[in-house]
């Protein structure tokens, strides 16, 4: 079966970064676009950023661009997502998702990360 699983979140001050991974099994890793999602308490699950499955093309959200970093490793079938300069309305739950063509993917569980001061 498919699973994805987050880690690497956790609770900063502003301006810290943070280095969330997500390891995946029971697919074929190097065929997917890999994706990374977040969800604050009260509002929609937005993209963050993805990446495609040869790993040379990525995208972001606006609000995270020249912060963030997407990358993946197909031997090792895991994608990061390097944050910096965080603030506190990057605070969320941050969810790993993976996509094909028409299908629609699975889901990590999620793992939670929290700016504050």
């Not at 929609?44 to 990525?58: H, Q, Y």
């Not at 910096?84 to 999620?110: F, M, R």
Request: charged share 20%.
């Amino acid at each position: 079966q498919v699973r994805l699983v987050e880690s690497g979140g956790g609770s900063v001050r502003p301006g810290e970064s943070l280095r969330l991974s997500c390891a995946a099994s029971g697919f074929t890793f190097h065929y997917y676009v890999m994706k990374w999602f977040r969800q604050a308490p009260g509002k929609e699950r937005e993209l963050v950023a993805d990446i495609n499955s040869v790993g040379n093309r990525k995208n972001y959200a606006d609000s995270v661009r020249g912060r963030f970093i997407i990358s993946r490793d197909n031997l090792r079938k895991t994608v990061d997502l390097q944050m910096s300069t965080l603030k506190p309305e990057d605070t969320a739950v941050y969810y790993c998702h993976n996509h094909i063509g028409a299908n629609g993917g699975s889901w990590g569980q999620g793992t939670q990360v929290t700016v504050s001061s």
